[in-house]
C-alpha cells in the first residue's frame, strides 16, 4: 500500500463528506447493518480463521475472547449501527451566534476534524464502530486493526466502504492500514491527518506520541479502581466489585485495583476474597490486606500500576478517603474509578479529587462506555485533557469554525473609533 496516496484520497474524501447531508449519512449507515447482515456467513467465516491461527500462536484466552466476532457480536454491531441513525448529526450545529455589530454576524459552527487515523487492538467490533462514528460525523478515517484479525478486519473494511460508496458516498473515506510499516508511514503525514487516536499500551501509544507531529488523543492502561468505603454497604460493594473486575476482564474499563477503607476492611476482605476466588480470580494484596487473608500474593508498586486485562486484582488497604484519591492519582490511568458509600460528602470530596475521566459513586467502572453514555458507541476513550475526555462518541469527532458574515464591515472603523462593538449574543 501507498500510504501517502491513500491518506490523500482520504483527505479528498474528507472534504465532500463534510457537506454531505445527515439524511444521505443515515441512508450510508443503514446500507451498512443491511450488508454486515447478509455477508454474515462470510465474516464468521473469516474471523474463524483468524480465531484458530491466534489459538496456535498461544493468544491468551481473554485477548481470544476480545477476537471472537461470531453470529451474536454481528446482531451486536448491527444494532449499534443502526442507533446511530436516531443520534443527531454532531456536524453542522450552530454553537452560537454573536452581533458584532449591526449587519455583523459571528456563527460559531460544528465540524468534522478531517482525516483521522486509528490503530486499535484485534477486536473486530472496534472496525465497525470506528468506522461508522467517523461517518456520521462527517469524517475521513485510516485503521489498522491487531494483526490476528486480519482476515476479519479486510472483510469489514470491504462490506462497509462499497456499503456505503453504493449510497453515494466518495470512494476512499475509509482506508484499511497493513502492517507497522503503513503505520510509521502515516505518523509522518501531518500535511494529510488531522488527529490520530492509539488503542493499546502505555508503550504503544507513548510510541506514537514520541513519533509523529499529527495530535494524538487517547488512552494508554486501563488501570480503573473499585474504593469500598467505610460506611459501604457490604452487600453492594461485592457487587459492584464483582461485575468492574469479572463482567468482562479483557477491556480497558474492568477494575484493576480494589482499595478498602481500614474501618471496613476486616469484614469486608473476607467476603471480598470468597466471591472473587469463586469467580476465578487471583489476588495479590498489601501487608494489610495479607493479614487478614490467607493465600494470598504479595503486591508492590508494580502491581498497583498493572493493567492485567485478566483474572487478576490488586488490593490495599488504605486510611479513608484520602489515602484512597491519593493512591489513584498516583497509579491509575485516569480513566475510571468508582466509590462505593453511603456517605454523601465522602463521594463527593473523592468525585471531585481523582483525576480521570470518568469518576463514579456506587456503580460499576464498566458503565464507562460510550454505547452507555448514549454516545452511539465510542472511537476509544480519552484520558487527555483537550476538547474530548472520557469515551469519545460523536461529539468528541467533530470541532468548530468561525463565520463571519458582514455587508462590507472593515476593521479600520472600529479601530479609528467611527464605530463601535456591540458583541450582543444572539
Not at 198 to 214: A, C, K, L, Q
Not at 216 to 242: P, Q, S, T
Not at 262 to 284: D, H, S
Request: hydrophobic share 40%.
Amino acid at each position: 500500500m501507498d500510504i501517502k496516496h491513500s491518506a490523500q484520497t482520504a483527505r479528498s474524501a474528507s472534504i465532500l463528506l463534510s457537506a454531505v447531508k445527515t439524511g444521505q449519512k443515515n441512508k450510508a449507515l443503514l446500507e451498512i447493518a443491511k450488508a454486515i447482515e447478509s455477508r454474515s456467513g462470510d465474516i464468521v467465516e473469516a474471523n474463524r480463521k483468524d480465531l484458530a491461527a491466534a489459538a496456535k500462536n498461544g493468544l491468551a484466552e481473554p485477548l481470544l475472547k476480545r477476537l471472537t466476532f461470531d453470529e451474536k457480536k454481528i446482531a451486536e454491531v448491527c444494532m449499534g449501527v443502526k442507533s446511530l441513525i436516531k443520534l443527531d448529526d454532531p456536524a453542522g450545529r450552530t454553537i452560537s451566534i454573536t452581533e458584532l455589530d449591526k449587519g455583523l454576524m459571528l456563527y460559531k459552527t460544528s465540524c468534522p476534524i478531517g482525516v483521522i487515523g486509528v490503530v486499535f487492538e484485534s477486536r473486530p467490533d472496534a472496525l465497525v464502530q470506528i468506522s461508522t462514528l467517523c461517518l456520521k460525523s462527517g469524517n475521513a478515517v485510516l485503521l489498522k486493526g491487531g494483526s490476528e484479525a486480519e482476515h476479519t478486519n479486510e472483510i469489514l473494511a470491504e462490506v462497509i466502504s462499497g456499503a456505503a460508496e453504493k449510497t453515494g458516498l466518495p470512494k476512499g473515506w475509509l482506508v484499511l492500514m497493513h502492517g507497522r510499516e503503513d503505520v510509521r508511514g502515516m505518523l509522518k503525514l501531518d500535511g494529510l491527518i488531522d488527529l490520530i487516536i492509539p488503542r493499546g499500551s502505555n508503550e504503544f501509544v507513548r510510541y506514537i506520541m514520541d513519533n509523529t507531529n499529527i495530535p494524538v488523543m487517547g488512552h494508554a492502561d486501563g488501570i480503573c479502581h473499585v474504593y469500598v468505603d467505610g460506611r459501604a454497604d457490604m452487600a453492594m460493594a461485592l457487587k459492584v466489585l464483582i461485575d468492574s473486575k469479572c463482567q468482562y476482564v479483557a477491556v480497558c474499563n474492568a477494575a484493576e485495583s480494589l482499595l478498602v477503607d481500614k474501618r471496613i476492611a476486616a469484614r469486608f476482605l473476607p467476603a471480598a476474597q470468597k466471591t472473587l476466588v469463586e469467580n476465578g480470580v487471583e489476588i495479590r494484596g498489601c501487608a494489610g490486606t495479607r493479614k487478614m487473608l490467607k493465600a494470598v500474593k504479595a503486591a508492590g508498586d508494580r502491581d498497583f500500576g498493572t493493567e492485567y486485562l485478566d483474572y487478576i486484582i490488586s488490593v490495599k488497604v488504605v486510611d479513608g478517603v484520602e489515602e484512597a484519591v491519593e493512591h489513584i492519582n498516583r497509579y491509575g490511568s485516569h480513566h475510571t474509578d468508582t466509590i462505593v458509600t453511603a456517605d454523601r460528602k465522602t463521594a463527593v470530596r473523592f468525585m471531585e479529587s481523582v483525576d480521570s475521566a470518568s469518576v463514579f459513586w456506587n456503580c460499576s467502572t464498566r458503565f464507562s462506555d460510550g454505547f452507555r453514555y448514549g454516545l452511539g458507541a465510542e472511537v476509544g476513550i480519552s484520558t487527555n485533557k483537550i476538547h474530548a475526555r472520557g469515551p469519545v462518541g460523536l461529539e468528541g469527532l467533530v470541532i468548530y469554525k468561525w463565520k463571519l458574515t458582514g455587508k462590507g464591515h472593515i476593521v479600520a472603523d472600529y479601530a479609528e473609533g467611527r464605530k463601535k462593538f456591540k458583541h450582543k449574543k444572539i
